[in-house]
Nanobody, 127 residues
Framework: QVQLVESGGGLAQPGGSLRLSCAAS????????MSWTRQRPGKGIEWVAG????????YYVDSVKGRFIISRNNAEKTVYLHLNNLKPDDTALYFC????????????????????WGQGSQVTVSS
C-alpha cells in the first residue's frame, strides 16, 4: 500500500525558512518522479516543484523559483522541500505526490501524472 507522510510544517516569520519532508513507503521510491503541491486558503491546487526519479533535474513554479529547493534521497525514500525567504503568500497546506508511471516525468504540473498524495503539512507564514 502506497503511503506518503509529510512533516516539517509549522509557523515561520516572513523571510524565514522551513524544511518539509515526505516519507514514502509501499512502492519502489527510486523509480518514480515526485512533486510538491500546495493549496492556499481560498485557492485551488498549485504545483510547486517536481523532481524526476534520478534527480537529474528540478522544476519550479515561477513564484517560488530562487526560494524553494526540491531534493530527494532515494536510499531514505524521502523527498524534501526546502522553503526559504518565506512570504505570507506561501501560507498553504503542502502535499507531496507520487508519479503514476515509473521513470517518467511527463508534465509535472498536471494532476493526471500522479496517483498518490500525502495528507498534507500546514505552513503558516506570519509575523
Amino acid at each position: 500500500q502506497v503511503q506518503l507522510v509529510e512533516s516539517g510544517g509549522g509557523l515561520a516569520q516572513p523571510g524565514g525558512s522551513l524544511r518539509l519532508s515526505c516519507a514514502a513507503s509501499g512502492f519502489t521510491f527510486g523509480d518514480y518522479a515526485m512533486s510538491w503541491t500546495r493549496q492556499r486558503p481560498g485557492k485551488g491546487i498549485e504545483w510547486v516543484a517536481g523532481i524526476p526519479a534520478d534527480a537529474s533535474d528540478t522544476y519550479y513554479v515561477d513564484s517560488v523559483k530562487g526560494r524553494f529547493i526540491i531534493s530527494r534521497n532515494n536510499a531514505e525514500k524521502t523527498v524534501y522541500l526546502h522553503l526559504n525567504n518565506l512570504k505570507p503568500d506561501d501560507t498553504a497546506l503542502y502535499f507531496c505526490a507520487k508519479a503514476t508511471t515509473p521513470f517518467y516525468m511527463g508534465d509535472w504540473r498536471m494532476a493526471d501524472e500522479y496517483d498518490a498524495w500525502g495528507q498534507g503539512s500546514q505552513v503558516t507564514v506570519s509575523s
